[in-house]
T-cell receptor, first 115, second 113 residues
Framework: ETGVTQSPTHLIKTRGQQVTLRCSSQ?????VSWYQQALGQGPQFIFQ???????GRGNFPPRFSGLQFPNYSSELNVNALELDDSALYLC??????FGRGETQYFGPGTRLLVL | DQQVKQNSPSLSVQEGRISILNCDYT??????FLWYKKYPAEGPTFLIS?????DKNEDGRFTVFLNKSAKHLSLHIVPSQPGDSAVYFC????????????FGEGTQLTVNP
């Protein structure tokens, strides 16, 4: 059973650019969530995809968008990058679409630096 | 609006002693509480969880206690080992919001040999 993988591991962009981050879910998982972890903070929920549809969104502007593919892998796209977007972006997968405390499995994250 | 708070950024304990990590929350609608451990350059790893209808859950060296009236939970690690040194995040979820996790800021635990 493969774990959650993310690419790239590190990325440097300049303000105003666009970025795409990728995530491969753990085998058998149909739900993917994305989190942003700024330095010294806990992860903040961006959005979640369940069976290719957005299933909840946190307090992030529309320039943060996502996709989930039929194989349940996922992308996070951020347009018009701002300096404050510099953070660790974490992807988490799970096997159910809704709560009940099921475990979410996190990838190692992508470290984004916006200059 | 910080719904989950970990007020201690760091904690240092001696190997073999007890580590107690604390977490407070404000949203009484949370249904589950979880603890995650994070090593540098790795994603958070699930450690233990507790339902809001329970007051204690134990798994080996790890025990989580929930005090609903105080909106407080704690993670006890006994005995602490140097390999436990990591950042510990408290997280909560509300079933009606899907599996969205609300995290605290984290506590860096250092276990000294």
């Amino acid at each position: 059973e493969t774990g959650v993988t993310q690419s790239p591991t590190h990325l440097i962009k300049t303000r105003g650019q666009q970025v795409t981050l990728r995530c491969s879910s753990q085998s058998g998982h149909n739900t993917v969530s994305w989190y942003q972890q700024a330095l010294g903070q806990g992860p903040q929920f961006i959005f979640q995809y369940y069976r290719e549809e957005e299933n909840g969104r946190g307090n992030f502007p529309p320039r943060f968008s996502g996709l989930q593919f039929p194989n349940y892998s996922s992308e996070l796209n951020v347009n018009a990058l701002e300096l404050d977007d510099s953070a660790l972006y974490l992807c988490a997968s799970s096997s159910k679409g809704f709560g009940r405390g099921e475990t979410q499995y996190f990838g190692p994250g992508t470290r984004l630096l916006v200059l | 609006d910080q719904q989950v708070k970990q007020n201690s950024p760091s904690l240092s304990v001696q190997e073999g002693r007890i580590s107690i990590l604390n977490c407070d929350y404000t949203n009484s609608m949370f249904d589950y509480f979880l603890w995650y451990k994070k090593y540098p350059a790795e994603g958070p790893t699930f450690l233990i969880s507790i339902s809001s209808i329970k007051d204690k859950n134990e798994d080996g060296r790890f025990t989580v206690f929930l005090n609903k009236s105080a909106k407080h939970l704690s993670l006890h690690i006994v005995p602490s080992q140097p390999g436990d040194s990591a950042v510990y995040f408290c997280a909560a979820l509300q079933e009606t919001s899907g599996s969205r996790l609300t995290f605290g800021e984290g506590t860096q635990l250092t276990v000294n040999p």
